[in-house]
T-cell receptor, first 114, second 114 residues
């Protein structure tokens, strides 16, 4: 167990809807990164939050957005869902904001878009 | 750019067999290297890491050595167990890169049969 929790565990949405996924970081960690893992693929970086500010972003469109709260928990929001957004969404927490530190992953939220 | 290439699976072994999963990387500078494991229905767990050339990471009987000359970080275990059945991901974190994220390979599925 890494101490990183995510909710919900599973979610089914329809195309065009919006979704919010949540992540609580490991105690003492101030940085949260989000990854998308499509079926049969490795995780792809979406973005990172450090001290409530976006601290790096991967090749994802603006309809993927996020927040980090003062207690370092985080949300991932996806608007205008598309079928290809179906994936496992992983949250990882780490200490500091350099992305060079070891990242510890939560169990993920599995999103299905119909 | 930064990339990770892993041997394609699935890999099927009998219990107590020797395991090697090949991983090579392309990166600017000297990245940190990681192996993560994903058990069925779960998120990623850090298995081991190495942060500089010739470092050996080890955990739970698994080992990998950071080879700068061959840009490799192959995962090995002398005697696998059924409980090792999972998907294994090789990943890198570039050094001195600010916000560059973890870059993952596509994963190698291992099945160990009794």
């Amino acid at each position: 167990e890494t101490g990183v929790t995510q909710s919900p565990t599973h979610l089914i949405k329809t195309r065009g809807q919006q979704v919010t996924l949540r992540c609580s970081s490991q105690s003492g960690h101030n940085t949260v990164s989000w990854y998308q893992q499509a079926l049969g693929q490795g995780p792809q970086f979406i973005f990172q939050y450090y001290r409530e500010e976006e601290n790096g972003r991967g090749n994802f469109p603006p309809r993927f957005s996020g927040l980090q709260f003062p207690n370092y928990s985080s949300e991932l929001n996806v608007n205008a869902l598309e079928l290809d957004d179906s994936a496992l969404y992983l949250c990882a927490s780490s200490l500091e904001g350099t992305l060079k530190e070891t990242q510890y992953f939560g169990p993920g939220t599995r999103l299905l878009v119909l | 750019g930064n990339s990770v290439t892993q041997m394609e699976g699935p890999v099927t072994l009998s219990e107590e067999a020797f395991l090697t999963i090949n991983c090579t990387y392309t990166a600017t500078g000297y990245p940190s290297l990681f192996w993560y494991v994903q058990y069925p229905g779960e998120g990623l767990q850090l298995l081991l890491k190495a942060t500089k050339a010739d470092d050996k990471g080890s955990n739970k009987g698994f080992e990998a050595t950071y080879r700068k000359e061959t840009t490799s970080f192959h995962l090995e275990k002398g005697s696998v167990q059924v409980s090792d059945s999972a998907v294994y991901f090789c990943a890198l974190s570039p050094r001195n890169s600010g916000n560059t994220p973890l870059v993952f390979g596509k994963g190698t599925r291992l099945s160990v049969i009794a």
